[in-house]
């Protein structure tokens, strides 16, 4: 990973991206502190899969050992919103 200060970083930012666009992660340097990193999206970096199927027999079987709430999930964040000290 290489490191750059924000002025340089400044100087050459249309190739820190084609940098960051190729997989290098480059960080931008102000004080002596990293403040920010250039990187590739996620997207570009996974390669592409196929989807797996849906096991919805696991699934049923996680939420059968699931305590059942007794508020909709609407309605225990609509609670935690109000009842919350500004």
Do not use: C, K
Request: glycine content about 4%; proline content about 6%.
């Amino acid at each position: 990973m290489d490191r750059v200060t924000v002025s340089d970083a400044a100087s050459h930012l249309e190739e820190l991206v084609s940098r960051a666009e190729a997989g290098e992660d480059v960080e931008i340097v102000v004080n002596g502190r990293v403040a920010a990193r250039l990187t590739a999206p996620r997207h570009r970096l996974m390669a592409p899969t196929d989807p797996q199927p849906v096991d919805w027999a696991a699934i049923a079987a996680a939420s059968a050992t699931m305590t059942r709430q007794p508020d909709s999930a609407g309605d225990f964040f609509r609670r935690l919103r109000d009842d919350a000290a500004y």
